[in-house]
C-alpha cells in the first residue's frame, strides 16, 4: 500500500497514480479506529481520488475512441 511516482504522463498511468493514493489513504483511514470524523475526511479524499482516476480513464478511452480508424490511401 505504497504510492508510486507516475511512471509517465499518461492518462492511465496517472489513473493509476492516483488510485494507488486512494488505496494509500483508506489504509491511513482504517488504522483511525477512534477518530473517526478525520477517517471519514481520508476516506472522502480517497473517494474524491478515484473519481479523478475514473474521469482520466474516461477522457482516454473518448480520445481514443474518437479518432476513428486510421484510413489507407488507395494506390491509383
Keep these: 500500500m505504497s504510492c508510486r511516482a507516475v511512471d509517465d504522463e499518461t492518462p492511465q498511468s496517472r489513473a493509476e497514480y492516483f488510485l494507488s493514493v486512494a488505496e494509500t489513504l483508506r489504509g491511513i483511514a482504517d488504522r483511525?479506529?477512534?477518530?473517526?470524523?478525520r477517517a471519514d475526511q481520508?476516506?472522502?479524499l480517497a473517494a474524491g481520488f478515484e473519481r479523478f482516476a475514473a474521469?482520466?480513464?474516461?477522457?482516454?478511452?473518448?480520445?481514443?475512441?474518437?479518432?476513428?480508424?486510421?484510413?489507407?490511401?488507395?494506390?491509383?
Excluded at 70 to 76: L, N, Q, T, V
Design 32 to 37: 483511525l479506529p477512534n477518530d473517526l470524523r
Design 42 to 44: 481520508l476516506r472522502a
Design 55 to 76: 474521469r482520466l480513464e474516461q477522457e482516454a478511452d473518448t480520445s481514443t475512441s474518437s479518432a476513428g480508424p486510421i484510413k489507407a490511401k488507395s494506390g491509383s
